[in-house]
């Protein structure tokens, strides 16, 4: 799992991190004060190329329609269309030819218009850059620039290709999209070592990120492909791979099933037929029929029209889905990877802890800007206006030793870490903007990776002083006296020195970011800012889990899913977020990436423990992209959730690759079957159960049409075994395949589902749509209509002594009311027998009259009843049809809630004390 590096082709594979500055500017043949001249650009661009990134390669609007037929049930129904056509029987070709057309093309339609809407989401404006060419500043589109172009640098600007920094002042970058690191970066010139991690090369700036704060300048040494941004690119596009969902690894075991079932039929009639002597021409039209009643013509339109009634309910929801099957996968999804940085975290620091001196100890407050006021510290400490003063004395200091702008309408230009001081601060009621102008500031000492500190000197009447902050142990180091909560100035003594450390690493162990907070009065601004300061506390900064983010990860635990942290971050502080969502086990530690071994080299046992951790941190695009083969492996179903660019491999691996639409990186939106429109890790536990309820309703539907085709296969096979007329029609069949069932089936598949979806575990993987359990269920309830149509059939030939037509029509008039009301049998068993998700379904009822008017429509209707040979039946003959019809919703009904009572009774027994027993 070791971490590839990118060549640098320009620089003939040598790292640029490694050559100092002036270095690397000679390798690349440039200078840093004139930049290239236009016949070197000229030349450079037509050796490397562009400096963009290839798209990944979307699915063409061709692909999308051909993806549609590629299902084994409509090539079976094609297969049915063409020997029909062959073979004379046009009715039925045309018949099976509609219900495909129609199939693919709301299946074609829905997909089509996820991926515009995708496309919207996607546009990005040009970008420009300020490069050195023939001693003068130009500003060029980005995509021009090549290796050895010399771009200046400014705060805001976002880096248009890597480079290496050969000026740096003050920069500060936020590579949180690449490397997963919550807090911006500070930049220098100086060399490094060639193993440096790629979150650690302080001299690089990578395509991409965004400079938060200084100027500088900047040598190109990749461009495109070649960059980091392209390397990662290339294994998300690399990833990308023709992987069937589970639904559509399921329904195509559904179909081939159905087409060995169809040919089996066939090849069972034909030879008893032979041997019995029946007629040729029987033999083949009763084959017909038998193909017919064992493809369920319907069930792709159905399940294509459930799952974009899906795609539409997640859309409300703010999901949007990139591809059709993706909507019912998510609801089987074992195992979420999520990028902790905005993805569990808002990806915007936060004041989270102070810590102060009182008179005799260090104290610590915690810090929550939802409470009034907003700091608290414990019980038996009194808050008194001294210590309300002390705080607002930090907060005054931090805020006036910034550079960070936070305007009225909300605009934040700065620092993260400073814009959160000046947020803290407003809680308290300070503005920076007001507290400059009682502080007019003076001069600033920018910050230096040498002293780690930056100071302001500011003036008031008689009182100037200097504000300082840094880091904690820099700001310790520089302070000789402490000021108290109760205003007082006491001597920095080892003692104090000692438990003030002591508090920095608490909660540097929190995962905090800790800034040192200290001042200095002072008569000139030629003084050094950095002695004899007086220390004022520590504020403990953090990048705050989401809103509820710990309640939605305890549903999806309900729920049998595993949510488990994969960041670039620092281990500390992704241990620290983990801990507060409570997501790791008793004992268990962080996984850092450089522990990590290729997926071969582990042991059983390793890859055992390796697969129950939940915490991974400094984990890099591969090792992310081998954690969900990992987990693959392993037969789970993975879900992987991110924004930055760093995640686009892992999304495209993934099962299910959840991108944010908001903050989301153009690449990882580019790599994920479903979009966050508002950027919210609790959609997705909305959205999987919306996709458990559609797996959910895709299973009744399949129940419904399935136990409805094997009453007919039973019904014209029986019939046909005792020698006696076929009871059914082939068209007769496709009727009520094709028609009067898909409503009541559709019905069903746009259900709300049961309130108790993400009360269970996930399937498994290799679960079929249709297991051992539901298949007895389908032949039961199978055998209960062919019966019942039966009965009918032979009460109407034998007792009632009525033609064959007319025996016919009251079959085929019993089956289909029969398979009308079957819809109420697809309750769950435990539900109420009146109220429960099927009655409570609204389109059940309208499907229910639909279906009715439907059959009434195909006896009285002349051209529809000649074409499907039917014969109006008498006001005695319609009574007798509706009574037998009711028998098995009857039937069913009852042993349902005798199985409920037998159920209860026993639980009930099992559960009650012996000696209360009767």
Request: net charge neutral; glycine share 8%; proline share 4%.
């Amino acid at each position: 799992m070791n971490n590839k590096d990118t060549e640098y082709p320009a620089l003939d594979g040598k790292s640029p991190w490694m050559l100092e500055a002036k270095e690397a500017v000679e390798q690349l043949a440039s200078h840093s004060d004139d930049g290239l001249n236009p016949k070197q650009a000229r030349s450079r661009l037509e050796k490397y190329g562009p400096n963009r990134i290839e798209a990944a390669k979307q699915r063409s609007a061709w692909q999308i329609f051909t993806a549609q037929i590629k299902n084994l049930i409509v090539l079976l129904l094609a297969a049915a269309a063409g020997i029909s056509f062959i073979l004379g029987q046009f009715l039925e070709g045309i018949a099976i030819l509609v219900a495909l057309i129609v199939n693919v093309f709301i299946g074609f339609g829905t997909e089509l218009r996820a991926m515009r809407s995708m496309e919207a989401l996607q546009q990005m404006t040009r970008r420009h850059a300020k490069v050195l060419r023939q001693s003068e500043i130009q500003k060029i589109e980005a995509a021009k620039l090549v290796p050895g172009d010399i771009v200046v640098l400014e705060g805001g600007d976002v880096i248009p290709a890597d480079l290496r920094l050969i000026e740096a002042n003050r920069i500060k970058a936020d590579e949180s999209a690449l490397t997963g690191e919550s807090v911006p970066v500070d930049k220098d010139v100086a060399a490094l070592a060639g193993d440096t991690p790629l979150a650690e090369r302080n001299n690089m700036l990578f395509t991409g990120t965004a400079l938060t704060q200084g100027s500088g300048k900047g040598v190109v040494v990749a461009t495109g492909m070649s960059t980091q941004l392209g390397h990662i690119s290339q294994l998300a596009q690399g990833a990308q791979e023709e992987v069937l969902t589970p639904l559509e690894k399921r329904l195509n075991s559904l179909g081939q099933k159905l087409i060995w079932v169809t040919l089996g039929i066939a090849v069972l009639i034909g030879v008893t037929g032979v041997m019995a002597g029946k007629d040729l021409v029987v033999i083949f039209k009763t084959s017909v029929a038998l193909a017919v009643a064992a493809i369920p013509e319907g069930l792709p339109i159905v399940a294509t029209i459930a799952l974009a009634r899906g795609m539409w309910r997640m859309a409300k929801k703010n999901a949007l889905v990139n591809r059709l099957s993706a909507v019912e996968t998510l609801g089987s999804t074992s195992i979420i990877c999520a990028d902790k940085t905005g993805t569990l975290t808002e990806n915007k620091m936060t004041v989270s802890k102070l810590v102060l001196v009182a008179s005799e100890e260090v104290m610590h407050a915690s810090w929550d800007p939802e409470q009034d006021p907003p700091f608290s510290v414990k019980k038996d400490v009194k808050t008194d206006d001294s210590l309300n003063t002390h705080i607002k004395d930090i907060m005054t200091i931090g805020m006036l030793c910034s550079n960070a702008q936070l305007s009225e309408s909300g605009e934040e230009v700065g620092d993260p870490m400073e814009l959160a001081l000046l947020q803290a601060g407003q809680k308290l009621g300070l503005h920076r903007e007001d507290l400059l102008k009682s502080y007019p500031e003076k001069k600033e000492e920018a910050f230096s990776p040498e002293t780690k500190m930056m100071a302001t000197w500011h003036s008031r009447e008689q009182d100037k002083m200097v504000a300082v902050k840094g880091a904690p142990e820099a700001v310790l180091d520089a302070s000789s006296q402490v000021l108290t909560t109760d205003g007082q100035t006491r001597k920095m003594d080892d003692t104090v020195y000692e438990k003030l450390l002591q508090a920095n690493e608490t909660l540097a162990d929190e995962g905090l970011r800790v800034l040192g907070i200290a001042r200095r009065s002072t008569d000139a601004v030629q003084n050094d800012p950095y002695s004899s300061l007086t220390f004022m506390g520590f504020v403990g900064l953090l990048d705050p889990p989401r809103k509820n983010i710990r309640k939605v990860i305890d549903t999806l635990r309900q729920a049998g899913v595993r949510v488990v942290m994969v960041t670039g971050d620092h281990p500390g502080t992704a241990f620290a977020i983990a801990q507060k969502l409570n997501l790791p086990g008793d004992g268990e530690t962080v996984i850092h990436g450089n522990t990590l071994k290729s997926t071969e080299d582990y042991t059983s046992e390793e890859r055992h423990n390796l697969l129950q951790s939940s915490v991974f941190a400094r984990i890099s695009p591969e090792q992310k992209l081998n954690l969900v083969s990992l987990f693959q492996a392993d037969g789970s179903v993975v879900a992987m959730t991110g924004d930055g660019v760093n995640d686009a491999p892992a999304l495209t691996k993934a099962d299910i690759g959840v991108a944010m639409g908001r903050r989301g990186t153009q690449v990882a939106r580019e790599a994920a079957d479903i979009v966050l429109k508002d950027d919210n890790f609790a959609t997705i536990a909305l959205a999987m159960e919306q996709g458990r309820v559609i797996f959910s309703n895709i299973r009744k539907f399949i129940v419904f049409l399935l136990s409805g085709n094997v009453g007919a296969i039973l019904i014209v096979g029986l019939a046909m075994l005792f020698g006696s007329i076929l009871p059914l029609l082939p068209l007769q069949i496709l009727y009520l395949n094709m028609i009067s069932d898909v409503f009541p089936a559709l019905a069903l598949g746009v259900g709300k589902g049961e309130p108790s979806v993400m009360d269970r575990p996930p399937r498994p993987a290799s679960e079929p749509v249709v297991t051992r359990v539901l298949w007895m269920t389908i032949f039961g309830y199978g055998l209960l209509i062919a019966g019942t149509a039966l009965a009918g059939f032979w009460i109407s030939l034998e007792k009632m002594s009525l033609s064959g037509e007319r025996a016919v029509t009251i079959t085929f008039l019993i089956l289909a009311f029969t398979r009308t009301w079957h819809v109420f049998n697809m309750r769950d068993a435990e539900s109420n027998v009146i109220f429960n998700d099927v009655t409570r379904n609204p389109f059940v009822w309208g499907a229910v009259i639909l279906s009715i008017v439907l059959l009434v429509f195909a006896v009285y209707f002349p051209p529809l009843s000649r074409v499907l040979t039917m014969v109006a039946p008498t006001s005695f003959q319609w009574l007798f049809i509706l009574g037998m019809s009711f028998i098995p919703l009857v039937v069913v009904q009852v042993l349902k809630q005798g199985t409920l009572f037998y159920k209860g009774t026993v639980e009930k027994g099992n559960s009650s004390d012996p000696s209360e027993r009767k």
